[in-house]
């Protein structure tokens, strides 16, 4: 398992700017994209959060991740978070790239979180 490049803290008090280049560096530098992306919701996080207007974190990068890298469910579960990336026709594209990777994942998240229900009802019922 790969550690986290940083902390919450990191993400939310360092200079805006500096932080964006730290992240570019790190997706330059490792083939972690899911990592990458989650780290982007919590920029994305920080601008809606923040009292200033900043731009969208990162644009180059969600951009490439999305478009130029082969459908994977993980990938797939975050593409509605990154809606302001792409232009209504790129997001039609892009939808159809991936809705059966978002309906797949969401079936096996569903699935389990039933068996995990059923299996604790019976560890439950049977003392």
Known sequence: MQ??????????????RKIQRQVTKYYRNTTNLVLCLKIIQALLIRRNLAAEKLDLPLVE?????????????????????FGEYFTARERHLLMGKYKQLVRLFVLVRILGERLLHIRKRGLFLSG
């Open 61 to 81: 990068i969600v951009r490439e991740i999305y478009q130029k890298n082969p459908a994977t469910p993980d990938i797939a579960a975050e593409i509605y978070q």
């Open 3 to 16: 550690k986290h490049p940083f902390t919450c803290r990191q993400l939310l008090n360092r200079d805006y």
